[in-house]
């Protein structure tokens, strides 16, 4: 069974602060994919980053930066000196490599950045 | 490029009614899904098309809800009758992989509401 767990409902921070979002994810694959989406107020889903279970380096884009760490089934992401308009949802989620091609996601981040 | 269209974008429909949503994937990508998020809760798959044929509807809720994709382009997601726990917002996606190893392009999403 797979499960996407993002604990944190609701997160607030004033501009230009570091935030970093949690991700946690089950899954009895040894190989899978994990990603990151950003839902703005438009509503669609922005793909932000996809990693390979084979891959455990960390990766920074720009102030975006992802922490995977397969010890502790995690895929943590941080924005660092947020901005207003990093104001959004985000999705973790996880694609097994087993035949499915579909994504378990959880259940979403509401990040507000604060003027 | 045009991304990946969702019709409408809302839908207020009483209980009992009929609805239909409509997707249209990017231009050239095989692989079509459908996934709905019930307010606060995780995004769900509901079904995976590759072309016009269904790979996996192991998402569907019950058989109230039909979904097709004549000719491998457009797809429709029709509900028939509504009932209230229906309600949520439907994403379509599509990528030209599967979702794992590619990414998948989402719609900015039809908001149901039924009532």
């Known amino acids: 069974a797979q499960k996407v767990t993002q604990a944190q409902t609701e997160i607030s921070v004033v501009e230009k602060e570091d935030v970093t979002l949690d991700c946690v994810y089950e899954?009895?694959?040894?190989?899978?994919?994990l990603f990151w989406y950003k839902q703005p107020p438009s509503g669609e889903l922005v793909f932000l980053i996809r990693?390979?279970?084979?891959?455990?380096q960390n990766e920074i884009s720009g102030r975006y930066s992802w922490n995977f760490q397969k010890s502790t089934s995690s895929f943590n992401f941080t924005i660092t000196a947020s901005q207003v308009v990093d104001s959004a949802v985000y999705f973790c989620?996880?694609?097994?490599?087993?035949?499915?091609?579909?994504?378990?996601f959880g259940t979403g981040t509401r990040l507000t950045v604060i003027p | 490029e045009a991304g990946v269209t969702q019709f409408p974008s809302h839908s207020v429909i009483e209980k009992g009614q009929t609805v239909t949503l409509r997707c249209d994937p990017i231009?050239?990508?095989?692989?079509l899904y459908w996934y709905r998020r019930v307010m606060g809760k995780e995004i769900k798959f509901l079904l995976h098309?590759?072309?016009?044929?269904?790979?996996?509807e192991s998402g569907m809720p019950n058989n109230r809800f039909l979904a097709e994709r004549t000719g491998g382009t457009y797809s429709t997601l029709k509900v028939q009758p509504a009932e209230l726990e229906d309600s949520g917002v439907y994403f379509c996606?599509?990528?030209?992989?599967?979702?794992?190893?590619?990414?998948?392009?989402f719609g900015q999403g039809t908001r149901l509401t039924v009532v």
């Open positions: 990693r390979n279970s084979f891959d455990e």
């Open positions: 989620a996880l694609s097994p490599q087993t035949g499915a091609n579909n994504l378990f």
């Open positions: 231009s050239g990508h095989d692989n």
């Open positions: 098309f590759v072309k016009e044929s269904k790979q996996d």
């Open positions: 899954t009895r694959d040894t190989t899978y994919y």
């Open positions: 996606a599509s990528s030209q992989k599967g979702a794992g190893s590619t990414e998948a392009f």
